[in-house]
């Protein structure tokens, strides 16, 4: 814009004494600057407007590729939920199971003490009873050997 308005200047110095074909020259030449300026914002126009069609274009893609995933994936978990749902009923199984067992392991837990003072209690007794055999079988057989003895002293065979 400034090359034009200097030549204009230009023409404007000479005065009238500018020739009809000076001035013809001048404004053509100005004309085609103009023309040259208004084609490369019409180039940059196109070029801004081809690159919005091709985002907006690219972004519709994006859009329709998202709501695709997200669909799919509302699929996917409509069909974790119907495998998850037999898993809930037999973890409600469990937990009534463990209601029931966990009264059952209460009372052993309070047994315990007791059956294990009746079991020290029993091997006492079993002990004494065969230390009782031992000493029993032992006695029989030193009443046998006395009354072999007495019998074979008194000449009895």
């Not at 020259?25 to 300026?37: F, S």
Request: proline share 2%; charged share 30%; hydrophobic share 45%.
């Amino acid at each position: 814009m400034e090359l034009i308005k200097a030549e204009f200047r230009e023409l404007g110095q000479r005065g009238d004494s500018m020739a009809a074909d000076d001035v013809d020259r001048a404004t053509a030449h100005a004309i085609g600057q103009i023309e040259g300026t208004i084609a490369g914002f019409k180039n940059t126009l196109e070029h801004f407007a081809n690159t919005w069609a091709e985002q907006d274009r690219q972004a519709t893609t994006g859009r329709r590729e998202l709501y695709r995933k997200i669909d799919e994936m509302s699929r996917e978990l409509a069909q974790v939920g119907e495998r998850v749902k037999p898993l809930a009923e037999l973890w409600r199984a469990f937990e009534d199971f463990k209601a029931r067992v966990n009264p059952i392991i209460d009372t052993v837990e309070r047994i315990e003490p007791i059956v294990a003072t009746l079991d020290a209690a029993h091997n006492k007794t079993a002990g004494a009873a065969s230390a009782s055999a031992i000493v029993g079988k032992g006695l029989w057989a030193l009443t046998l050997i006395a009354v072999t003895a007495l019998l074979t002293k008194v000449g009895w065979k």
